[in-house]
């Protein structure tokens, strides 16, 4: 009997598990069956509505719909009240038609009579400014405006940037002179127009502007942002025309010309009107190029610092010195108080750097087989160690540059690290490139310092900026 009532209770448990499959089964069932469902519409409400307006569908299986038209004209779902209940929002350029709804599953449904859309007359109740600038924004405050489709300044058309019923906030085009400003609008018999002012001036400013790069480099877009950049009509970057690839008024992309050598070069943008801005001195890097620090973006806890062998060590972003010539006004400070050979900030590169090719620097071909590491560093004339893993933390794989050969006086120097065969043997990254810095022994003169900036690998030194070849000054680290 036992035995049997073992048996019955298994059975009885099984028997509620593929009950439970089943009813799994049959709702995911029912679920699919519902989108695959064709919806209906069996009425709207109201039966005329002016452009702007809200309308209520009502019919089955709306709530699935994902596209919503007045005739050919796409409305906006507003809301999914419920599955027999839909609302959408009548465009500004719509006309009267059937409504037609249509499902994530492609599934349509067409209403049966028409919806009557309106027309409201918009007004102008407060007089345009005399004049503005191109690219600048005008107010319009009147009545019934979200009927409004368009607005032109002497024929050039302006960008409506907002519109509700009593205000158009409005972006002024490039159209120089004395113009009237049109409003364009839908009615029942087409479209119809309203001279909201005339002799208008629109006024030619001249570009300013907010940033050039800090390094410009072959692979890499110039980006120049700055107010009325798209009044830029040409350029040049050492006398050699450059194209443009797009502009707006806050932004002007271009390549620098391939022609163009490295080195420090100026820019040269001429804008309409007759006039030219010029940026002097930008350092330029024609060659394969990639950033792994840059401390106006990184922050300082990329080096983490080892407390229990340096309870009194301050790291911060910018210390004691000016920061070095270029790329930005950041750098990474690092103050170290206790004599040791330990390390007291460690940096993994190959975790902590935004770049995605630091496990790529060795690949065969890549940087014509002589990567490079550059970077700017400043030991405040004190000794130190700076040491370099790669491919592994071994000591068979790391290089120190240490005690006088790592003194840079009070000057920021750039230096130069060739990494083919730096690691002898290494072939590849390995997933390791590893910063480590310490005073350098038990006995070291302390306070040491290491500040430290643009950490970048490219395929050559570049002397063009004063960097120095320093990979015969580091040693197998002991």
Known sequence: MKNLYKILTVLSVMAVVLIACD??????????????????????????????????????????????????????????????RLQIQVPNNAVSGVIKVVTEQGKEAVSAQSLTVTYPVPTVTTALPATADVNSIINIIGTDLVGV????????????????????????????GFVDVVLTYLTASGEASLVAATNFEVILPQPTIGGFPAVLTRDNEVIVTGQDMNLITDGDV??????????????????????????????????????????????????QFEQLYEFDSDPSSVFVIDFSKDPNAVASINGNVSPPPFPGNDYYALQMNTSTSSTVARAKVHQTSTSPTVNNILDSGNYGDNPVLHFWMNTENTDMAFKIYMGGTSSSNRRSLQGSNANTGGNWKLHAVR?????????????????????GSSSATVPAYFNFDWFIVTDRVLTEFGAVDVTDDFNPAG
Do not use: C, H
């Open 23 to 84: 009813a799994d089964v049959e709702i995911d069932q029912t679920v699919a069956e519902i989108k695959a469902e064709q919806p209906t519409i069996t009425g709207f409400s109201p039966g005329t509505a002016a452009v702007n307006a809200l309308v209520d569908i009502d019919g089955t299986f709306l709530n699935f719909a994902t596209e919503a038209y007045i005739g050919d004209v796409e409305a906006t779902i507003t809301s999914r009240i419920t599955g027999q």
């Open 419 to 439: 990494l083919n065969g730096f690691i002898p043997g290494q072939t590849s990254v390995n997933n390791v490139l590893e910063l480590r810095i310490t005073p």
């Open 238 to 287: 050492e006398g050699t025309p450059i194209t443009i690839n797009s502009q707006s008024p806050t932004e002007i992309r271009f390549d620098v010309p391939a022609s163009v050598v490295t080195g420090y070069v100026d820019v040269n943008l001429n804008f309409q009107g007759g006039g030219t801005i010029t940026e002097s001195g930008l350092p330029y890097v024609n060659g």
């Open 149 to 176: 489709t368009g607005i032109t300044f002497g024929g050039t058309a302006g960008t409506i940037e907002f519109q509700e019923e009593q205000a158009l906030v409005v972006r002024v085009p490039n159209n120089v």
